[in-house]
């Protein structure tokens, strides 16, 4: 199956204009590298037919965050509380969320009704919020680079709007030798770096019997399953399935002695007593596919092709109605 066409550009314009989404900036983490970035997603997502609001301010960047602590819980309050506003879109990754956590508004950034959108260090926030009191969000992309990179990847704008805008959303994985299963549950999941951060804190939920999508990038294979057995050992992998995204941008030595991600894979497969599929089209690559966290959903592989398929998120046709 791996990643299907789907027609670019007008639908992503239709999807969002129609539902005449309203989209604001945070920086809760880090700020843009590139001065321009800012402006050339602005531009581009206001050709899509959204409204942008940007809480952003890059003269306020503060050491390597966006901004001062104090002022990135102001973007993410300021943002939840604007009625106008439909999609709550970080800025970037990087560091930072988890000296925020303490201090959010949880119950009111779930209240807001938003969708909050993002990936890499934004997993602290979306985990939190579901371990709130069960708040959807979205692993998705982010202005820096997905929105703002000179040659867009049409799969990752497309594939965005088609899931916040429809009632079910399917992503199909790569073709590869998979366990063959057909279950369902609930999704959750993000980067497997953060996850394992909040291992022992309040803002992980306990979820049992869900379905678990990691990603990561510059994570040695050892680092990868040195972290996934550190949530098998804490009992958070009590999961119907785990599934791969992206491991990339690691180095291997000679002194891993042919210890690498497949080996690593073959292990935990063998030591874990759940399947685990890989392929998924999420994680720090140019081509991501966007995911609906807390949602209901199915994963179905016949050994060789699977589909992971979300329904019953609050996407942008329900606020509309």
Not at 153 to 179: I, K, M
Not at 226 to 254: C, N, P, T, W
């Amino acid at each position: 199956m791996g990643k299907q066409a789907q027609p670019a550009g007008q639908d992503c314009a239709t999807a969002a204009a129609e539902n005449f989404a309203t989209v604001a900036i945070v920086a809760a983490s880090g700020y843009a590298a590139d001065p321009l970035a800012v402006g050339r997603a602005t531009e581009r997502l206001e050709k899509l037919g959204c409204r942008v609001r940007n809480f952003y301010d890059a003269d306020a960047k503060y050491l390597r965050f966006g901004g001062t602590d104090e002022a990135r819980i102001a973007q993410l309050h300021q943002a939840a509380a604007d009625p106008e506003v439909d999609i709550v879109l970080a800025l970037r990754g990087g560091y930072g969320m988890s000296r925020l956590l303490p201090r959010l508004d949880l119950g009111a950034l779930s209240a807001s009704g938003k969708l909050f959108v993002g990936h890499s260090d934004f997993t602290a926030l979306q985990m939190a919020l579901l371990a709130h009191d069960g708040t959807i969000s979205y692993a998705g992309p982010m202005i820096c680079d997905d929105f703002s990179r000179e040659d867009p990847s049409d799969y990752t704008l497309d594939n965005f709007w088609r899931c916040v805008s429809g009632a079910s959303h399917s992503v199909a994985l790569a073709p590869a030798e998979q366990p063959a299963v057909d279950v369902s549950g609930i999704l959750w999941g993000g980067n497997l770096t953060m996850l394992t951060h909040l291992v022992g804190t309040p803002y992980l939920p306990h979820i049992s019997g869900g379905i678990l999508f990691i990603e990561d990038v510059n994570e040695h294979p050892y680092r990868v399953e040195r972290m996934l057995l550190q949530l098998a050992h804490a009992g958070l992998l009590d999961q119907k399935a785990i599934v791969l995204g992206d491991f990339s941008a690691y180095r291997l030595y000679e002194y891993d002695n042919g210890y690498d991600f497949d080996a690593m894979l073959s292990y935990l497969r063998q030591t874990l007593p759940l399947p685990i599929l890989t392929g998924l089209p999420f994680g720090h690559i140019r081509d991501k596919a966007t995911l609906a966290i807390g949602s209901h959903a199915r994963l179905h592989s016949d050994g060789r092709h699977a589909m992971l398929t979300m329904s019953g998120y609050p996407a942008l046709h329900a606020r509309a109605a």
